[in-house]
Each structure stands twice: as structure tokens, then as C-alpha cells.
């Protein structure tokens, strides 16, 4: 049986289309992703990303044991930052990635992926041990993603917080609609956005406040369907597609999270020697050259020879052309490489582009 | 959900408008709001031939692959060149811009024996019973 977050009801209330996802029952999208993909670029959207897990470390040690599970450094955070980083395993390899806030001084948030959150959380208790209090607070909290560059406007009609002070990765504790809630500028869309966490319980009297504002600037409620064209045309990995156990953040093109110089960490002796030899592989950007879709596990060729393997694809909605991520030997990562993707036994001829696909242009307030 | 009187449907839905000799073909719009939207559709050269039932191309949403099945015997006179880069025409107007491909019908006793618009939606009903 799929769980349920606490807006499963108005998810069903807004005839959305449910899917399965990571366990969850979710929707994939109300009227269109297509549609719902552009409301995001061009106005604003609002996602149920309840799903998500949520494990609180405290204690005197909860930093140190950020410090030692993650690969980003922990130190840099000030009481209201947060930072994208990686859990990695010994081998390097990627077990999740995640943003982590520093909420106190003495506790930090790990938002993580619905697949994972199991996961994560007993990798976290078994290696934190008795060093720090490690709770998974997944089931007590309801997060919504508001993005889109009127997300700002959307949501100041609903808060007295202070959002045209709040940077990208930093969180404010405040009221929204009446509801006590975290909010942060984060997101998963390469759009401008908010997140926001609070009481399950207050989840659906959020999500009906934050839909009617983003309603007022004719924005949509939007689903994974979107979610996952947006990531993409972002160039945003995402974990379990693009990159799982078997691959590390170096080779998944996240090297600007990778802080080895921050002390030891978990994975951090395999990621120093890959740093200092050069990866073998990389993840990279495709664009087709003519109508096609790349899909995960489908081949990478050059020259006749194959040169590695895509993981995600669709066609851009913002772009009208066919896109991808692979990875590719690192002979072959460099943009503008001409490379042939392998769909149904023909060679669809692409080439590597420079990751994002799609850029915000940043508006002038 | 739109099932035209004057089409003809088969149980992999696809859609038949029979034109003198021809036989436009589509997919439902059952079919295309199953799908969801429609990002890529690989359509057969004309002059190809197919056999009744036999594969002709391939429609892909950002969720799955699924072939396309011939409804009838017949040589393809036209393709839906516009599907090529406005593939989003078969989530919008399935039975129109969205068309596929014309065939020259090589059977009209095939044409006769395939579901009529409540044949197909007792079909689709029975398929959603399961």
C-alpha cells in the first residue's frame, strides 16, 4: 500500500493524475505537464513535495557527524543556512543527496529523497551511534516547493518575513497563512523558489492559502511530471536515475560539493584519488540533433564505439529539442563532442552541450 | 472522453476514419490521456506496407514507449509530418491534427470487422473493470 502525504485529499480534490512514486502515492500532474511546466517558468507553481524525508541531527556532536557523513563542509553554515550536498558510502559512491540547514545552534535538518529516507536514516543512527540525537521527523512535517519567477510575489501576500532579504540557500522561521513554517529559497527547477516546511496537520491549510496566491498570478499546482522535465532542462541530477551507489558525485559532475580539504569524511579517500587521477567518466548533457527521446540505459556511441550510457532524457517543453544526461568517458565529455544516442537500434545523432540546458534570466526588481 | 460515431477503434486503440479507398489513422483519446503528454512520435516512410495488427511506429510520453498497431492491411500513402516537431497535436485533438498516418485500405472486410465507437468503449470499460 502507497503512503499518502497530508494533501492526498486535495491532491484528489484538484483531479489530479496519481502515480506511485518511491513508495508514495503522488500526483503526476492536474491538467497537463506540459502546461504545468510552463505556468513554473514563466509565472509560478506549487508542488506537494511531502514525500521528501526529513531526519534531524542535534546534540554537541551533530556537526561533526554532518561533517564526517557529508561531502559539502558543515562549518560554513550559519543558524538559518543550507547547503546541497552528497551522503556518500566508503567507496564514494552517491547514497543520497540532500540539502542540510543549520537550524540551531547545535541542530541540523537533512531534507532528503522519498526513496532514500529509510535509508538514510538508519546509515545516519548507525554511524552517528551515541554521538548525537538523529530523528526522523519525515512522517511529523509537510513540505510545498513554490517556484517560478513570481514565487516571490505569490507568497509575500500570505507572510510579513522578510523574502526579498532571504538568498538562495538560507531559511527563515515565520508565519505563512496563519501557519507556523520554515520557509527557504531552495528548489529543484532552476527556477527562483521557495520551500516550506511545517506540521503535517498544517500542510493543508498551507497548500490551500499558497495555491490561491499562486492562483492570483495565474500559476498552477504542478506534479513530478513537471518536476522531473524541470530538473532536467536544468541539468539537475537526480538521485536513483542519474546517479545511485555505483557512481560517484565527482563523476556526476558535482565536484563544487566536494570539499576534501574540509578534514576526513565517509568516501573521502576514493573521491581524493579520483580528484587527483581525473574521472574516468562524467555526466554530461545531450542534445539531439533531430526528434528522438534518450532514455536511461539507452547507449552512447562515438566513432563506433560506445562511450557510455544515458540516464534520463525527455524533449525540453521550454526548448522544443530533445535532451539528456549520459555518462560518457571522459574523452567524450567535452561540449560540442559529436556523439550518437542508440534508440531502438538506430544511432540518433547528438552532441554534448554544457549543462544547464535552460538558464533563468534574472529579472531586475 | 471523445469516441467519434464515425470512426472505426481497435483493442490496442488506435482509430480508423475510412475515406473512400483510405484509412486515416490516430490513436484515441482514451489512448492519448493514458499516455499523457506526447513527446515523440516515430511514424513509418510512405510506401512502407503493413499487415493487420503489425507495428508502424512507436508514440513515447516522458512515462513509457508504446507501439503502434495497423488497424488493417494497407501501404502507407501519408504520414503527419507535423507530428516531427509538434508531437503535442495528438494530446489535443487526437481524432484531427493529431492523425497519423493514411493507408490504402488492402482489405475492406478487415475495415468491417473492427470495433465500433460502443464496441470500444465497452472494451476500454471491461479493461478498467480488471
Redesign the interface.
Known amino acids: 500500500m502507497a503512503r499518502r502525504t497530508p494533501l492526498f485529499d486535495a491532491h484528489r480534490a484538484l483531479g489530479a493524475r496519481l502515480v506511485e512514486f518511491a513508495g508514495w502515492e503522488m500526483p503526476l500532474c492536474y491538467r497537463g505537464a506540459a502546461e504545468e511546466h510552463r505556468a513554473v517558468r514563466e509565472r509560478c507553481g506549487l508542488f506537494d513535495v511531502s514525500h521528501m524525508g526529513e531526519i534531524e541531527l542535534r546534540g554537541p556532536a551533530a556537526a561533526a557527524v554532518c561533517q564526517e557523513l557529508t561531502v559539502n563542509d558543515v562549518r560554513r553554515l550559519r543558524i538559518g543556512d543550507g547547503q546541497y550536498t552528497v551522503l556518500c558510502n566508503e567507496r564514494g559512491g552517491v547514497l543520497d543527496d540532500l540539502i542540510v540547514f543549520r537550524l540551531g545552534p547545535e541542530r541540523y535538518l537533512l531534507i532528503v529523497n522519498a526513496a532514500n529516507a529509510a535509508a538514510d536514516y538508519a546509515w545516519i543512527c548507525d554511524r552517528a551511534g551515541q554521538r548525537a540525537v538523529v530523528i526522523d521527523r519525515s512522517a511529523e512535517l509537510g513540505l510545498l516547493a513554490l517556484q517560478g519567477p513570481e514565487a516571490e510575489l505569490a507568497l509575500r501576500t500570505l507572510t510579513a518575513l522578510d523574502l526579498g532579504g532571504l538568498r538562495p540557500f538560507t531559511a527563515l522561521e515565520g508565519t505563512v497563512a496563519g501557519v507556523k513554517t520554515i520557509v527557504s529559497r531552495t528548489g529543484y527547477t532552476g527556477e527562483d523558489g521557495f520551500e516550506l516546511l511545517s506540521a503535517a496537520p498544517d500542510a493543508p491549510p498551507l497548500w490551500a492559502a499558497v495555491l490561491e496566491a499562486t492562483r492570483r498570478r495565474d500559476g498552477l499546482p504542478a506534479g513530478l511530471g513537471a518536476r522531473d522535465t524541470l530538473r532536467l532542462e536544468a541539468g539537475l541530477p537526480l538521485c536513483g536515475t542519474d546517479m545511485d551507489e555505483t557512481t560517484t558525485p565527482l563523476e556526476a559532475g558535482l565536484a563544487w560539493v566536494v570539499k576534501l580539504d574540509k578534514g576526513d569524511f565517509v568516501g573521502r579517500a576514493v573521491l581524493a584519488e579520483q580528484a587527483a587521477r581525473g574521472v574516468a567518466r562524467r555526466l554530461i548533457g545531450l542534445e539531439l540533433a533531430e526528434p528522438g527521446v534518450p532514455r536511461h540505459g539507452y547507449a552512447v556511441w562515438r566513432d563506433g564505439a560506445a562511450v557510455g550510457t544515458v540516464t534520463s532524457g525527455t524533449r525540453s517543453p521550454t526548448l522544443g529539442t530533445y535532451i539528456g544526461l549520459a555518462y560518457v568517458t571522459a574523452g567524450a565529455a567535452a561540449p560540442g563532442t559529436p556523439v550518437a544516442v542508440e534508440i531502438r537500434g538506430r544511432r540518433v545523432p547528438a552532441r554534448v552541450v554544457a549543462r544547464p540546458f535552460y538558464r533563468r534570466v534574472r529579472r531586475e526588481e | 472522453m471523445e469516441l467519434p460515431d464515425d470512426l472505426r477503434y481497435t483493442k490496442e486503440h488506435e482509430w480508423l476514419r475510412l475515406e473512400g479507398d483510405d484509412g486515416v489513422v490516430g490513436i484515441t483519446d482514451f489512448a492519448q490521456d493514458a499516455l499523457?503528454?506526447v513527446?515523440?512520435v516515430?511514424l513509418p516512410a510512405v510506401g512502407a506496407t503493413f499487415a493487420q495488427g503489425q507495428v508502424f511506429g512507436?508514440v513515447?510520453s516522458?512515462?513509457t514507449?508504446s507501439d503502434l498497431f495497423a488497424p488493417v492491411s494497407g501501404r502507407v500513402i501519408a504520414v503527419n509530418q507535423v507530428l516531427?516537431?509538434e508531437?503535442?497535436h495528438v494530446?489535443a485533438d487526437p481524432y484531427g491534427a493529431g492523425w497519423m498516418i493514411r493507408l490504402a485500405v488492402a482489405r475492406r472486410d478487415e475495415v468491417d470487422a473492427l470495433l465500433d465507437a460502443a464496441g470500444y468503449r465497452a472494451h476500454i470499460a471491461r479493461e478498467q473493470g480488471k
Open positions: 499523457g503528454d513527446v515523440f516515430e512507436v513515447e516522458n512515462k514507449v516531427r516537431d508531437p503535442e494530446n
